[in-house]
DNA sequence: CTGAAAGCGCTTACAG
DNA sequence: CTGAAAGCGCTTACAG
């Protein structure tokens, strides 16, 4: 079946694909009769017509789409709610989020190019090379970034979580403090900036470095890490996040010891599990909707041709006290 | 800074725009003097050139994209992994699968157009307008179900995910049975397929009916309904997924009793922290690589014009027997 | 108030 | 082996 275009439905009316352009697109509303703006919906409706964004697009040079580019590792629930509310944060402004998934083995190069989006966010790091083709393409390339980084319009101060950690267990008494860190190869960008964080402030503190152990999601894993951690004096743990807290807790468990009393815990994230684990894990929590209206902020900005305002990027960690640490 | 096309790339390399075209396509290999080639090579290299999909799309008819539509709540971990397979796997036949979260105030006819997709996946019912209006623009529209219905390429049975439970729950002794509900409103269309899995296998074995309880992520709501569901003289209790069942856990030790010695809890979904829970939680597990895989078929099915093979349905579902119940 | 015409950037028969 | 030309569907000055 072939494509009905808007020749189709200035024939079907009796108008000029001029007039069909004008009517479909409310513009100089006035100027167009009435009968004949009837007419033309009317038509429209009866073909069936939608107009070819590919068409639009050529002929305006822009579309309305935002395009985010993920990490090629599951989202979880942080980003995963960043992203619902950039959705609605930014259909206010007409703008549609399209959201890739992993880098693949498809180049970024040939998705970009294929929706000509206004803006990209990357909430992973891409290459110079494809952001210098984007910006030269003529999309805005905004960066979310893992830690500080003056080129980013926003970031989650990664080594900061691994701060306020150990700001928690030393202000409650642990002098020998271990990480749990994932097992998944593909979090160890995160997980390096976080263990930074942690190794930082315990340094400014005078405490003994962070002993570390890998920590798979399974009990035996955690059991044997905090086996471990025991025999090195260890009295409380950072986990990379809260999975990992509640892998380390279980494991604390397989030991026949007790958190907090034995070992204290304390992860990241604040996701809904944590809450009803026993004991309830203290965690640093994101504020994913501070998150949400700063990007959406900054892409709005951009789009505008305005700078990206600076965020208080401190805002959006807070530490949940409960009962693991 | 103004567009860099085919025709600057033809006018620096001194050929045409088809020679271009064809060097840059691959097209007629052989055909294009080794020398010409390098020269438009090296010229789009030296001026960043980066085709308009726009206007290849517009003069082909067609893009390499799959638009995945979500529904519009946070998309949880099975879903999420359903993606990056799906991603991974029609990368190998050079699509690009692009994700859009919650329909939001943006109608989705504004969407589809502006990205032309080859193919639609609804994570979520769509109106039969819209799939007309995109089947009539040519492009593949399948389904996902939330139970068994032959328009959709693939089902996840949500009612059999009650079954099981119910299934399990019955040969381990239990015959009062009460159901955890969650709160969140828009879970609601797959809450009420499991209910009434669970109904029905209830009906079926000649147990009483359901005791359902709505159930809030936190200790206080779960240990009402803990309270209520004692009274009523329920032994074992069905949950809508696992976070949900970790809820009714936090809830039977909030009342002072023990799982599944008091009561017994059964999830769904099989996330990491059902392992890690004290006690182990006993689960219903969805395969989400299999869903992937039967998905991406389906979607290379019906992009070859092929009819879509019928996947297994049931195989998706497995009984994961823990501590729990 | 409405129409004829140009042009967005690309690809692909069709000629050489 | 390479080029001139048409056309995908749309919007928008520019004429009437």
Redesign the pocket.
């Known amino acids: 079946m ?9 024939l079907e009316s ?12 409310d ?2 509303g ?8 009837e007419r033309v919906l009317a038509a429209a409706a009866r073909l069936g ?8 697009t ?4 822009r579309s309305d789409l935002v395009l985010c580019v993920l990490p090629n590792w599951t989202v979880g629930p942080v980003l995963d709610t960043v992203l619902d509310e950039l959705t609605r944060e930014l259909a206010d402004r007409q703008l549609s989020v399209l959201v890739h998934h992993g880098r693949g083995p498809r180049p970024l190069a040939e998705l970009w190019r294929a929706v000509t989006p206004r803006a990209v966010v990357g909430f992973t790091e891409f290459g110079a090379e494809d952001a210098d083709a984007m910006r030269r393409a003529g999309i805005q390339v905004l960066n979310t970034s893992l830690d500080e980084d003056p080129r980013a319009v926003f970031a989650v101060p990664q080594t900061r979580v691994g701060q306020l950690q150990v700001r928690h267990l030393a202000d409650t008494g642990h002098v020998h403090l271990g990480w749990a860190a994932p097992v998944e190869p593909r979090l160890a960008d995160f997980a390096e900036r976080r263990l930074s964080g942690v190794r930082a402030e315990c340094a400014r503190r005078g405490l003994a470095a962070p002993v570390v152990q890998d920590v798979d999601l399974d009990v035996a894993s955690a059991t044997a890490a905090v086996r471990a951690w025991r025999s090195a004096g260890v009295t409380a743990v950072a986990a990379y996040n809260d999975e990992v807290a509640l892998a380390v807790v279980a494991g604390v468990r397989g030991c026949g010891l007790s958190v907090p009393g034995d070992v204290a815990v304390i992860g990241v994230d604040d996701v809904p599990a944590a809450r009803l684990s026993d004991p309830a894990l203290t965690t640093v929590a994101q504020d994913a909707g501070v998150q949400a209206r700063a990007i959406a902020t900054a892409v709005a900005a951009a789009l505008d041709g305005a700078p990206a305002p600076a965020p208080e990027r401190a805002e959006v960690l807070r530490l949940g006290v409960r009962g693991s640490a």
Chains 1, 2 share one sequence.
Do not use: C, E, F
Request: overall charge positive.
């Open positions: 072939p494509r009905v275009t808007s020749a189709d439905v200035a009796g108008v000029s694909r001029t007039t069909v352009s004008y009517v479909l697109n513009k100089h006035a100027m167009i009769s009435a009968d004949t703006r017509y939608s107009p070819s964004a590919a068409a639009r050529l002929r305006s040079g």
